[in-house]
């Protein structure tokens, strides 16, 4: 069970919305931007919530089917930006500095595998002052599920050692494609309901846990060391 050996986990991956970062308010904007842009009506927090999934090429099917994807992607890039001059923000999650640090004095190698715009990650992760946490940032990613091999081949990750951190089905679902642990985090898109149907490995309130979890890792890592 991964809460028994989360502290030897040496790759931590990372989704990034939901995840480390709170912008649901801007995706929700630049959705309903787009939605708005082909006539539809918008969608309230909860309603994107229920609805909202990865791949999102499925949600876009359903809700315009038809409309080719690198379209609406220019669209939800206007209304992103858009909702930003707009004054809205998104800010880190709570404890999410915490933890990275955390990993950061531990050596832990630490990735980005997100389905956020490309550049848009970047300058955000820029911004929030978190971007040189990561070794490596896979951002505008369609679908993680054929990502995360090829990171797990060019980065030599041990599976058996490596944990993916996410708040979609699609992560748990990816982790599981990829063979390694998976931490759903309730702190995102999705609730525990919809992430229970996906069985990840574990379910957290938010980073808080999972720090605790590896500060009693290191407890024992100590005692382990003392005795030998
Ligand atoms: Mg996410």
Same mark, same amino acid.
């Given at each position: 069970m991964v809460t028994a050996r989360i502290h030897q986990c040496e790759n931590w991956i990372f989704d990034w919305s939901g995840t480390l970062v709170d912008d649901l308010a801007m995706v929700l904007d630049a959705t309903n931007?787009?939605?708005r842009h082909y006539g539809k009506g918008e969608m309230g927090r909860d309603d994107f919530r229920m !609805?909202? !999934?990865l791949p999102y090429a499925?949600?876009?099917?359903e809700m315009l089917p038809g409309v080719p994807l690198p379209e609406l992607e220019d669209h939800f890039r206007v209304g992103f930006a858009d909702s930003e001059a707009a004054g809205v923000t998104s800010p880190l999650l709570p404890y999410a500095v915490e933890f990275l640090k955390c990993l950061h004095a531990r050596n832990k190698r630490m990735f980005i595998l997100s389905s956020m715009d490309a550049l848009a990650f970047d300058r955000h992760a820029r911004q929030l002052g978190v971007d040189h *946490? *990561?070794?490596a940032s896979y951002a505008g990613v369609l679908d993680k599920r054929d990502q995360i091999h090829r990171m797990i081949a060019s980065h030599q990750l041990d599976i058996e050692r490596t944990v993916f951190l996410g708040d979609m089905c699609h992560d748990v679902e990816t982790a599981r494609h990829g063979g390694v642990s998976s931490i759903a985090l309730l702190t995102g898109y999705q609730d525990a309901a919809q992430l229970s149907r996906s069985?990840?490995?574990l379910v957290a309130d938010d980073l808080s846990e999972i720090l605790r979890l590896l500060e009693s890792g290191r407890v024992h890592e100590t005692e382990t060391t003392a005795r030998q």
């Open positions: 931007h787009v939605l !609805r909202f !999934r499925g949600f876009y099917e *946490f *990561f070794e069985n990840p490995d």
